[in-house]
C-alpha cells in the first residue's frame, strides 16, 4: 500500500541478578506513517458501506516488569 512502519525495541535486563526488574522501551511507527491496512468498499445491500482502517499512529511504551 506504499508505505513502510518501523519500530524499535531496547531492554535492559539482569540475568545474574533475578530479584532485579526489567525495563523495556518500544517506540512503533517511529516515522508516524499514515498507511492504510484495509478499504472497504460495498455497495450491495440496503446500505452503502465505504470504510478504511489505517495502522496505528505513533506510539511510545515504557513496560518495567520483574520476576516472583
Do not use: C
Request: glycine content about 8%; cysteine-free.
Amino acid at each position: 500500500f506504499g508505505y513502510q512502519q518501523w519500530d524499535a525495541s531496547l531492554s535492559v535486563d539482569d540475568k545474574s541478578r533475578p530479584w532485579m526488574p526489567e525495563l523495556t522501551l518500544a517506540l512503533n511507527n517511529f516515522l508516524d506513517e499514515h498507511g492504510v491496512v484495509n478499504h472497504v468498499y460495498q455497495s450491495s445491500g440496503p446500505a452503502i458501506y465505504n470504510g478504511t482502517t489505517y495502522i496505528a499512529p505513533r506510539e511510545i511504551t515504557l513496560r518495567l516488569s520483574g520476576r516472583f
